[in-house]
């Protein structure tokens, strides 16, 4: 893969990611039933709209990493932005010294997903998250966003490429 294929399949793949993540993030917080900007500071609850038995839509401000985990706010916020973006800066980089297809569109999902969501901790200081299975899949007790979405896809196509396809070029 060509260096300007690189840059032309990231340059389509995060800004699209990037888009659709921002603007389902804005939707949500524009739903009054949601309760979304009124229960950042947590003084009212956040809301639940029920849609089925697999998808629920359930506004939830994540102040942590990765599905909630070490929570953060104050200087610790900050801490976690600049840790995040280092991070989606060397995804970046290891993007245009990829050669796989495969690798390009997992790194550049995993780059979008973690701009995404330090989008939202930058402007709100924690990350709103509204997709929730946990009455399909309740050993999925978490509520999630497209941006925590295209960073999971990303990262399971990361390991497929790094551990099977990897390991068949090794081999040869």
């Known amino acids: 893969m060509s260096t300007l294929q690189r840059a032309v399949t990231a340059g389509i793949i995060i800004p699209v990611i990037l888009v659709f993540d921002q603007i389902t993030k804005s939707m949500i917080l524009g739903i009054p039933a949601l309760n979304g900007l009124n229960c950042l500071d947590r003084t009212e609850p956040c809301g639940q709209l029920d849609f089925s038995p697999i998808f629920n839509l359930s506004m939830v401000w994540n102040r942590g990493m990765s599905f909630g985990a070490l929570q953060s706010e104050g200087i610790m916020r900050w801490i976690l932005v600049v840790v995040t973006v280092a991070i989606a800066a060397g995804f970046a980089v290891w993007i245009f010294r990829a050669t796989g297809r495969?690798?390009?569109?997992?790194?550049?999902?995993?780059?979008?997903?973690?701009?995404?969501?330090?989008?939202?901790?930058?402007?709100?200081?924690?990350?709103?998250?509204?997709?929730?299975?946990?009455?399909?899949?309740?050993?999925?007790?978490?509520?999630?966003n497209i941006a925590d979405s295209a960073i999971t896809v990303g990262a399971v196509l990361l390991l497929t490429d790094q551990f099977i396809f990897s390991a068949k070029d090794d081999k040869i």
């Not at 790194?107 to 990350?127: H, K, Y």
């Open 102 to 144: 495969l690798l390009v569109f997992a790194l550049s999902l995993i780059v979008a997903g973690a701009i995404g969501n330090v989008i939202d901790r930058v402007r709100f200081g924690a990350v709103v998250d509204f997709i929730d299975v946990t009455s399909w899949l309740p050993i999925f007790p978490w509520v999630f």
